[in-house]
């Protein structure tokens, strides 16, 4: 091992990070509220934080009646990633986004159909272009957690239809190299799905949940578009919360407990194998759905007619949790469940990206 002793596990360290950068978080807070402390040695004020973009693309004619207008989302999606490459063609756009040896991996949100869900009609747009760009369709795959999803919502059939391949990460299998994994002290119930399944009764076993080789082996880049879908627990079923669940095993344990996934959710996507490897996100906001979570309840919907990018999927979902709150209107308002921001300042801490509106820089295009 050397002088230094063993390496610390990734996750390990992510979480000691967390904790460190929410104790100097909370030090700073009550010494720039007055409080009678001393800050954490070596603090200062920062006078320069982050900042993250987001490009909104905006027409109001790009929805009717609940169902999008291809030709119109075709367009939006062009000035979108041109936009967001800063490049005259999509041909540019995308060579300046992907090398053309990338095997890219759009993650949809296919629990909830094509309706609530990850709008198909924005992905085939996506991938179209890319496609006219010269990028290889067997370089090209759509993937979520579930093939009984992906199938449910009509992804199979589209990537049919494109020529690109569509996989669920839990058919791919699971990575058994531990220092891949995400470790945490809480055991839950395993399933059939899961790698340590067939080793339940072993000491420790359930206590972590193992990357799909699908990011670990195969996918080199990955590029979320998730819809602006209310998560009971997380605020948003978003870029992190699925992209998390979608990316690991053994997530059982997390689904029902808000602060643990809280800090599960950006422990996970801190993961080598994981957000580093997103090159932008997308925010399909042509609707908001702010109750319901996976069931669809239109008539608990906005109508945006919204889509967004940004190399930022921590501001993507800041934005779409502003969205779902400033929607809750109406006599009910009083019952709803705020929805929780901890995951993304959690994942600011982590410097996985911006959660603050107020250092979101937005870009409107009409």
Known sequence: MGMLGPRMPASRHRQLQLWFASFVAFGAALWAAGADTVPPAGFAPSTNRPRAEVIAVHDPAATRHFLPNAAIVRRMVERGLTALADKPTLSDAWRALLRTNDVVGFKVNSAPGDISGTRPVVVRALIETLLESGHSPRRIVIWDKRSTDLRGAGWYALADELGVRCVASEDAGWDPDQSKSYEKSVLGRL????????????????????????????????????????????????????????????????????????????????????????????????????????????????????????????????????????????????????????VYVNAELLELGVSDLKRIDVRRLE
């Open 191 to 342: 399933t059939a799905s899961d790698l340590e399944f067939g080793r339940k009764d072993e000491l420790n076993a359930g206590r972590r949940s193992y990357v799909t080789t699908l990011l670990t082996k195969e996918l080199t880049v990955v590029i979320p578009v998730t819809p602006v879908l209310t998560h009971n627990l997380a605020g948003v079923s978003g870029q992190l919360t699925g992209l998390a669940f979608a990316s690991v095993d053994n997530t059982l344990r997390f689904a029902n407990n808000g602060p643990l996934i809280a800090e599960a959710v950006p422990e996970i996507c801190a993961l080598d194998d994981v957000l580093p490897r997103v090159v932008f996100g997308v925010s399909d906001a042509l609707i908001a759905q702010y109750r319901g979570e996976e069931s669809v309840r239109l008539h608990n919907t906005v109508i945006l007619n919204e889509l967004r990018f940004s190399r930022d999927s921590v501001a993507l979902d800041a934005l779409a949790l502003d969205d779902l709150e400033r929607a809750r209107q109406g006599p009910q308002k009083a019952m709803d469940k705020p929805g929780s921001a901890e």
